[in-house]
């Protein structure tokens, strides 16, 4: 199983980016996708989940300029951020969690994509 982001890159503050993640090989199905981020010098963090069902979390510092869409069908979910900052510059991660054909639920992660928004 393989997760291929993409979409990152430089941007003013105050504007927008889509980032892409497409899940590929041995799946079953896909329970949670999300994307995370990493700072310099600071822990990977929540940005936001979707379930399988369309379900959404967001950690408080998004909430109301990013959403997590999700398309089931091509096991890709993206991630939409508007309204960017500086505080937002980090390296962007998505994750997985896949049931194998084998049964079991195995946790994925992309390769990150950086983001980087200039004030």
């Known amino acids: 199983v393989q997760l291929q982001a993409s979409g990152g890159g430089l941007v003013q503050a105050g504007g927008s980016l889509r980032l892409s993640c497409a899940a590929s090989g041995s799946i079953a199905s896909i329970n949670d996708m999300g994307w995370y981020r990493q700072a310099p010098g600071k822990q990977r963090e929540l940005v936001a989940v979707?379930?399988?069902?369309?379900?959404?979390n967001y950690a408080d510092l998004v909430k109301d300029r990013f959403t997590i869409p999700r398309d089931n069908a091509k096991n890709t979910v993206y991630l939409q951020m508007n309204s960017l900052k500086s505080d937002d510059t980090a390296v962007y991660y998505c994750?997985?969690?896949?049931?194998?054909?084998?049964?079991?639920?195995?946790?994925?992660w992309g390769q990150g994509t950086q983001v980087t928004v200039s004030s």
């Open positions: 979707v379930t399988s069902g369309g379900s959404t």
């Open positions: 994750k997985a969690k896949v049931l194998r054909w084998t049964g079991r639920f195995t946790d994925y």
